[in-house]
């Protein structure tokens, strides 16, 4: 692949970047006990984030269709405040300079289209994005990543997807596109590297690298 040849993008919106991650954790403590379940104290959320999804689910002891049910919950409580949601430092800054540098983006996520679109607007970032593709179920990420590759008309090789979770990873690896781990969300590095991305960073300013360095491949 030539560097002139920009790979398409795909962005993980919570947790990559948008930082809803501590307002997630705050609206399921609310809600747990409606499920039977305890809210999680700091020591969890730090043992949470080393673990994959499969993991998760078994260590607080629920099934994937009440996994789904509390995260569809948890994303109509977000909705009322996400005007309270911060982007990730440098996140702004990294998705601008891969803008200029005429990489092509989208943003595909669980939430809703309306918070994605309210929320780049307001960090000045709406014109970075080519494409929104909102309302992913949990487990359906790997065939929407297959969908917009042939809305957008690419291959799969030519494709970065940048995420915060394991089960990212997996969606990316399922769909045959190269996968862009980040640490700064709901997993950090120790679960992230169980899934084999290509590249795992630490800090948003690497994105730009990592975009380059697949774009020279």
Not at 22 to 31: F, K, L, R, S, V
Not at 79 to 93: N, Q, T
Not at 113 to 140: M, P, Q, W, Y
Not at 172 to 198: F, L, Q
Request: hydrophobic residues 40%; glycine residues 6%; contains cysteine.
């Amino acid at each position: 692949m030539s560097e002139a040849v920009k790979p398409l993008l795909i962005f993980d919106f919570d947790g990559t970047l948008a930082n809803t991650i501590d307002t997630g954790i705050g609206i399921y403590n609310e809600i747990s006990s409606d499920y039977g379940l305890e809210p999680f104290t700091s020591e969890d959320i730090v043992e949470l984030r080393k673990l994959n999804i499969r993991a998760v689910l078994s260590r607080i002891g629920i099934s994937k269709i009440t996994a789904i049910k509390i995260a569809t919950r948890i994303r109509k409580e977000i909705h009322d405040r996400m005007d309270e949601v911060e982007i990730f430092p440098g996140a702004a800054e990294a998705v601008s300079a891969l803008h200029e540098a005429g990489f092509r983006m989208g943003i595909l996520s669980s939430n809703s289209t309306d918070n994605i679109r309210d929320f780049i607007k307001r960090f000045n970032l709406s014109h970075c994005f080519e494409f929104i593709e909102a309302g992913v179920s949990l487990f359906g990420k790997s065939n929407r990543i297959n969908q917009v590759l042939k809305k957008q008309k690419v291959a799969a090789s030519n494709v970065l997807y940048i995420g915060d979770e394991t089960r990212d990873m997996e969606a990316a690896r399922k769909s045959e596109v190269c996968a862009v781990a980040v640490c700064w969300g709901a997993n950090e590095k120790e679960a992230m590297v169980t899934e084999g991305p290509e590249y795992c960073i630490e800090d948003p300013g690497q994105l730009i690298e990592c975009a380059r360095a697949f774009a020279r491949r």
